[in-house]
């Protein structure tokens, strides 16, 4: 058999040379260490440039190899890296992607460079409102990161959030926030087109919410309504505007059913084989049951005139003046509507704190 690593005849029932195996090994440490030692800046780039393509060959590197190397490296650096970042942070990482000739698909095949780019990307974004810097030298620091780690447009808005979120809990952690705090978060967020009356999933029950709920309600307890339009899956009417979406929220439908119970009064008289008469009646009377019925998953769109549910199986539309009473729960909502043979109707999935609130404001 011919050694993996030299290509040259290595016995019989060997894969390759032990001498081949250790110098091989020898070389992954020593790509590692230099690739470490570049990070520290103890060797220039030139150096690293050289010595790299030296050590290639002669220690049997594949491009996996040299690959996985990078990745820890670059994980070890990523790791050392505190706000705010040195000012070679980006020419280093810039320098060291083109030198080691990896294509950046490959880099990237586990999301590790995305992991350290959102890392620069979000550092940046936590200027604006950690150090006051304006949006606009944020953007030229923020598209900086993306000249040398090109992040997909969901990766930035993943970004975008976290840093607003983590804002949010901030401001919220002393227990309110102030006019100037409520200023800064809709300033990024107009900046950036987020609606914070739709925000992602896991953003709905945090401090980004209820951050986003009271600007709603400041503005109803002014006469005003929200002015950026929403796209949402259902239709609105004229002068309806949309207030707040919840996704993910479960609709719970009232199903009654109906069954007799009761017993047979009488006599049988056998007639002839299989042959039975049967005299008396039966007497019984209609038992009803209720059961709550799951009628589909979908969102809930709170508007200043109805409530709208829309998911793939079911879509509802409950009109506000035609609400007798709403029951909250820690999870969602119960409505009771003016109806002679009224159903329950429960919304799951949500806090319904905002949308009390808000329906309170609307009919004062």
């Not at 060959?57 to 650096?77: C, H, M, Q, R």
């Not at 709208?308 to 729960?329: A, D, E, Q, R």
């Amino acid at each position: 058999m011919k050694c993996k690593y030299c290509g040259q005849d290595a016995g019989f029932f060997s894969r390759n040379h032990k001498e081949c195996e250790e110098k091989h090994n020898r070389g992954i440490q020593g790509m590692t260490d230099l690739m470490r030692r570049y990070f520290s800046g103890t060797i220039s780039a030139k150096d690293f440039s050289q010595k790299l393509e030296k050590n290639r060959l002669p220690y049997f590197l594949t491009e996996d190899e040299i690959a996985n190397a990078a990745l820890v490296s670059l994980k070890a650096y990523a790791d050392t890296l505190k706000r705010p970042f040195p000012s070679n942070t980006l020419p280093l990482i810039k320098e060291f992607i083109s030198t080691i000739k990896i294509p950046y698909q490959r880099l990237n095949q586990k999301g590790k460079m995305d992991d350290l780019g959102q890392k620069l990307f979000q550092g940046y974004l936590i200027d604006y409102f950690a150090k006051g810097v304006p949006l606009s030298q944020v953007k030229i620091s923020s598209d900086s990161v993306l000249s040398v780690i090109p992040l997909s447009q969901q990766k930035q808005e993943e970004s975008y959030f976290s840093v607003l979120n983590r804002a949010a809990d901030k401001f919220m952690a002393k227990g309110g926030i102030n006019d100037n705090e409520q200023q800064l978060i809709e300033t990024y967020a107009s900046s950036l087109g987020i609606n914070l009356n739709r925000l992602p999933m896991q953003y709905q029950n945090q401090s980004l919410a209820k951050i986003g709920e009271a600007a709603v309600l400041k503005d109803l307890q002014k006469g005003i309504l929200p002015k950026n339009p929403l796209t949402v899956p259902v239709m609105l009417g004229k002068g309806e505007v949309c207030l707040w979406v919840y996704d993910n929220v479960k609709l719970y439908q009232e199903r009654i059913t109906r069954e007799f119970v009761g017993g047979n009064r009488g006599l049988s008289f056998r007639i002839a084989k299989g042959i039975t008469y049967r005299t008396g009646s039966f007497k019984g009377r209609p038992i009803e049951k209720s059961f709550m019925e799951n009628k589909g998953t979908g969102s809930l769109v709170i508007t200043n005139k109805h409530f709208f549910f829309h998911c793939p199986t079911c879509s509802i539309k409950v009109p506000y003046n035609k609400l007798i009473g709403m029951t909250p729960y820690t999870d969602g909502l119960e409505i009771h509507k003016d109806e002679a043979k009224q159903k329950r109707i429960v919304f799951e999935g949500f806090d319904p704190w905002f949308t009390m609130n808000a329906l309170n404001l609307l009919n004062s």
